[in-house]
């Protein structure tokens, strides 16, 4: 079974500031996705990597994929309000389950 | 751009009820899955379905069974009710062997009171 960490799980930062959320999972994966998740909401698919060393970028948020340190980041550039959400990581093989992150809650506050 | 697709939206049932949960996926998306979510938790694999046979199977309780229908979309059936079964429940769908990502109905908000 694949184990996804997710650190830190709660993250307070503040608007114009830049952080990285990780994510290690425990065996080979074939994709990695990162989901937006807003309260009492549904996932939105932010990002979907697939192999190793792919970097995407959509506004303030890029993701990056290590396979061979199992780590991929989600790195966030001068924050702002909107992008207070959870944030899930999760990996998986095509056709089968994916395993999701424990999540991290972000706030940025003004 | 068609979504997943979940009803109801919102079910309030009582201790040892019966609930029926729907999901009709993306068109000619073949395979559906069902997630479980509590509060502040993230989302728990119940069970998936490839061209209408199980395909992978999760922490599903044996109170609950699912099945996906010819015309693809898919119920999970919910049985002898617990108030810990109060959940988000997620649908989400997906092309076997397209690379892109899966796509999450909105839930299916569950309180069993």
């Known amino acids: 079974e694949l184990k996804v960490e997710q650190n830190p799980l709660f993250l307070s930062m503040q608007e114009g500031k830049n952080y990285t959320i990780y994510c290690n999972y425990s065996?080979?994966?074939?994709?990695l996705y990162w989901y937006r998740q807003d309260p009492g909401k549904s996932l939105e698919s932010l990002f979907v990597?697939?192999?190793?060393?792919a970097v995407k970028q959509e506004g303030r948020l890029m993701a990056s994929l290590d396979t061979k340190a199992r780590l991929s980041t989600l790195h966030i550039t001068a924050a702002v309000h909107d992008l207070s959400a959870t944030y899930f990581c999760?990996?998986?093989?095509?056709?089968?389950?994916?395993?999701f992150g424990t999540g991290t809650s972000l706030t940025v506050i003004p | 751009a068609a979504g997943v697709i979940q009803s109801p939206r919102h079910l309030i049932k009582e201790k040892r009820e019966t609930a029926t949960l729907k999901c009709y996926p993306i068109?000619?998306?073949?395979?559906v899955y069902w997630y479980q979510q509590g509060p502040g938790q993230d989302p728990q694999f119940l069970i998936s379905?490839?061209?209408?046979?199980?395909?992978d199977k999760g922490s599903i309780p044996d109170r609950f069974s699912a099945q996906q229908f010819s015309d693809y979309h898919s119920e999970l059936n919910m049985s002898s009710l617990e108030l810990g079964d109060s959940a988000l429940y997620f649908c989400?769908?997906?092309?076997?062997?397209?690379?892109?990502?899966?796509?999450f109905g909105s839930g299916t908000r569950l309180t069993v009171v």
């Open positions: 989400a769908s997906s092309s076997r062997w397209r690379v892109d990502g899966y796509t």
């Open positions: 065996t080979t994966s074939d994709r």
């Open positions: 990597l697939l192999s190793n060393g």
């Open positions: 999760a990996g998986g093989y095509t056709g089968n389950q994916f395993y």
């Open positions: 068109p000619r998306h073949d395979t």
């Open positions: 379905f490839y061209e209408k046979m199980q395909s």
